[in-house]
């Protein structure tokens, strides 16, 4: 069974951080793009970050770009996401992905064939 296991979610104040990681069960990413997107009460889900398969080229929304940190440790099978400085707007269910998309299209959540069940992040004081 394919599947990706994701931890690291909780509560935690405003300026603080969290890491999320996203492992992969039954299958590798090595040859995948893995991204991780969010999805706040009440709005659609929105990409976050990604990192391609070859080269470790990364992307972020313009939201985290500087704040939120993605890496892949491919002997692990794991992707993290590390979340500094964080805001009550970044307070989500945060999704790991795995696909194949071209660069063009790395932000689309269509592009991705496997999914995560989620991991909640809240931002509160």
């Known amino acids: 069974q394919l599947r990706f296991v994701e931890s690291g979610g909780g509560l935690v104040q405003p300026g603080g951080s969290l890491r999320l990681s996203c492992q992969s069960s039954g299958f590798s990413m090595a040859g995948y793009a893995v991204a991780w997107f969010r999805q706040a009460p009440g709005k659609g889900r929105e990409f976050v970050a990604a990192?391609?398969?070859?080269?470790?080229?990364?992307i972020y929304a313009e939201a985290v770009k500087g704040r939120f940190t993605i890496s892949r440790d491919s002997a692990k099978n794991t992707v993290y996401l590390q979340m500094n400085s964080l805001k009550p707007e970044d307070t989500a269910e945060y999704y790991c992905?795995?696909?194949?998309?071209?660069?063009?299209?790395?932000?689309?959540?269509?592009?991705?064939?496997?999914w995560g069940q989620g991991t909640q992040v809240t931002v509160s004081s």
């Open positions: 992905a795995a696909g194949k998309p071209i660069l063009s299209a790395i932000r689309m959540e269509s592009m991705y064939y496997y």
């Open positions: 990192i391609r398969s070859t080269g470790g080229t990364t």
